[in-house]
């Protein structure tokens, strides 16, 4: 288990630190740093006093280690398109993507677990083929196009929703929130729709499918032979079967929420860190897209390290399989 | 003649006519293809060349609509181009990413699959390490990052020369994984058979074994897979067009005109966005449709 454990983190840090040279490479090999900081008319010895105080005359492994200690403080520099330092923008940004992005799972959740118990349950019933031809649908629409034809329809024709920005948002210190204010969740409505539909249908189908493997095994006849309600059967046996996949598939979607944020926050000007790295990416704002680059492999190894650990807890069988694969 | 025969009493061409939706599939492929391989022929208008353009035609709605002109079926954008036959124009570029973009990354990865399976040991560990690593991030982040980075590398000039070749990379370098697996995976299966194993004692080449006896034998699964991924990499690049780090405007894709036309949805011209986010929708999914029942209709298991 322990070994197992530190195999995993050690897995994440070389990760890490992939990323991390490639985000320094990013700094020191695209462009000249010297020369996008002085003006053009500087002379020489300008150059080298700059070039030394950045210390770029040291040895390569010297600056990579440098980038490294500075990367872990947080400290990336400034942005080249606002001036401003990349950590302060970066804090700032964190609270819009993270709630749009709990706001999706949620919904993605609370709506998908039910469905999917439903059309596993009704499997012949109408509704439920409605729903899975629905779904069909659903994953195969790119989420940008679901947010423009929300917004043509809910902002633009019916005008009931506002299709931009965050509403009025209350700030708790440094988090600003967008969940105090009617603006601020009438703004949630659409981006969070977008952004989660697509994890809806997954955990939709998914739950669906388990649902219909589980009611097949005979601990679920053997409960019904026990003359154990419906409800006892489906939600106490059944369905609690069936959600370490659910829980897995949902946490590495987590990841897959925080990727697709960068589309659904460019098409609802929605001021996340997803918005600030596309305009980074065009604006060539490399101190920024380093930031974000190292900001989003962090939290992706921590999402896949917390996942292998809960399967590892939640499953006893996989426990017993590596200890056999060990024992060779 | 005889293989036309064949194929039509077959039973794949039978599960065919059996699926009306599969049908209809099938036809709106031909037809999105076919209008996209042939636009400069069957598109009503040429919308980039810039003689026949008139502004003051800029903003027609659809034919159906009042203040339409049945010479712009689709309606016009905001330079006066025809909308139906930038969509026709646009789904070329789209199709051509797509293809391309699949076509390199089943290169990539069943060269590394076979590679990975075939020769084993510390380079099938690395590998399918790397796949690992690369399978835990989403495939249109990969595909974000390294065109990201390439547009800030690349210099500032041959920026839109270069923009589609990048974005064919970048796709796929963000899809090559599946492939790399699934060839694997079957690579490991037939390394241990005989004809591998005589292929050995007759002293071939480890290339030529792998390229020319293993490879026909893995490919079928691999072409499935591929038929599937078309959709997604048509996605991909419209929804990387449409964040405005794909294929430069003076080449637009169904991506870029729907970003194009989404800053006119609240001056109320929607026929601008809507119509060809309509047809990339359409033919992903028909494409999509067309790959299930192609994966239904291969696999043995399911007659």
Redesign the interface.
């Known amino acids: 288990m322990f070994a197992f454990v530190l195999t995993r983190i050690a897995?994440g840090v070389v990760?890490m630190l992939v990323v991390g040279f490639?985000a320094f490479s990013?700094f020191n090999?695209?462009?000249d740093p010297v020369a996008l900081m002085l003006p053009p008319e500087a002379t020489q010895a300008d150059r080298q006093a700059m070039r030394e105080a950045l210390g770029l005359d040291r040895p390569f492994t010297v600056q990579f280690a440098n980038f490294v200690t500075n990367a872990v403080q947080g400290n990336f520099g400034i942005s080249l398109r606002l001036g401003r330092p990349v950590s302060a923008l970066l804090v700032e940004r964190l609270p819009a993507t993270l709630e749009l992005a709990f706001v999706a799972a949620s919904l993605a959740l609370l709506v998908g677990i039910p469905l999917g118990v439903y059309t596993g349950l009704k499997r012949n019933a109408w509704s439920s083929r409605l729903l899975l031809t629905a779904s069909l649908?659903g994953v195969?629409?790119?989420?940008?196009?679901i947010g423009?034809?929300l917004?043509?329809i809910f902002a633009?024709w019916l005008g009931w929703l506002p299709?931009f920005g965050r509403g009025d948002t209350v700030a708790l210190g440094a988090w600003t929130t967008g969940f105090l204010s009617p603006t601020g969740l009438k703004a949630l409505i659409l981006p969070s729709i977008t952004l989660g539909l697509f994890q809806l249908t997954l955990i939709m189908r998914l739950v669906r499918s388990e649902m219909l493997e589980v009611l097949r095994t005979d601990y679920i006849k053997f409960a019904r032979a026990r003359g154990l309600t419906n409800r006892a059967v489906h939600f106490g046996h059944a369905l609690r079967n069936t959600l370490v996949p659910v829980i897995t598939i949902t946490g590495?979607q987590l990841?897959?929420i925080i990727?697709?944020a960068?589309?659904t926050e460019?098409?609802f000007q929605w001021p996340g860190m997803g918005l600030l790295?596309?305009q980074a990416?065009?604006f060539?704002d490399?101190p920024v897209?380093a930031a974000y680059?190292c900001l989003?492999g962090l939290i992706?190894v921590l999402i896949?390290l917390v996942v292998d650990l809960l399967y590892y807890f939640v499953d006893p069988r996989l426990r017993i399989e590596r200890a056999g694969a060990e024992g060779h | 003649m005889d293989m036309l025969r064949r194929f039509l009493d077959g039973d794949v061409f039978y599960s065919f006519k059996r699926s009306p939706l599969t049908m209809v599939a099938a036809a709106l492929t031909l037809a999105s293809v076919v209008a996209a391989l042939f636009a400069g022929w069957l598109a009503p208008h040429n919308p980039f060349d810039l003689k026949t353009l008139n502004l003051l035609d800029a903003f027609t709605p659809p034919a159906w609509v009042e203040r339409g002109n049945p010479a712009y079926f689709l309606g016009t954008d905001d330079q006066g181009r025809d909308v139906l036959s930038t969509i026709m124009y646009g789904s070329r570029v789209s199709l051509m990413v797509g293809l391309c973009a699949v076509a390199l990354a089943m290169v990539i990865g069943i060269t590394l699959g076979l590679l990975s399976g075939y020769v084993g040991g510390r380079l099938d560990a690395f590998i399918m390490r790397v796949a690992d690593v690369q399978l835990s991030f989403p495939a249109i982040l990969i595909a974000l990052l390294i065109d990201g980075v390439a547009r800030v590398a690349l210099p500032k000039d041959s920026h839109d020369a270069l923009a589609i070749y990048v974005l064919i990379f970048s796709i796929a370098a963000s899809g090559w994984v599946q492939y790399a697996r699934t060839v694997r995976g079957s690579t490991l299966v037939e390394r241990n058979k005989e004809y591998v194993q005589a292929a050995r004692v007759i002293g071939r080449h480890p290339a030529a074994i792998m390229f020319s006896h293993v490879l026909p034998n893995v490919l079928g699964p691999v072409l499935v897979i591929a038929t599937l991924h078309i959709g997604s990499a048509i996605i991909t690049e419209a929804t990387l067009s449409f964040l405005g780090v794909g294929v430069p405007p003076t080449q637009p894709s169904l991506g870029t005109l729907i970003r194009i036309g989404n800053d006119f949805l609240f001056s109320g011209e929607w026929w601008i966005t809507v119509f060809p986010g309509a047809w990339l929708v359409i033919m992903v999914l028909s494409m999509n449709v067309l790959g299930d029942w192609l994966r239904d209709a291969l696999n043995p298991k399911l007659r």
């Open positions: 897995q990760v490639i990013l090999f695209v462009g649908i195969s629409l790119p989420t940008f196009l423009i034809f917004i043509l633009v299709s590495l990841g897959s990727a697709f960068i589309v460019t098409v790295f596309i990416i065009q060539a490399i897209m680059l989003i992706f896949n």
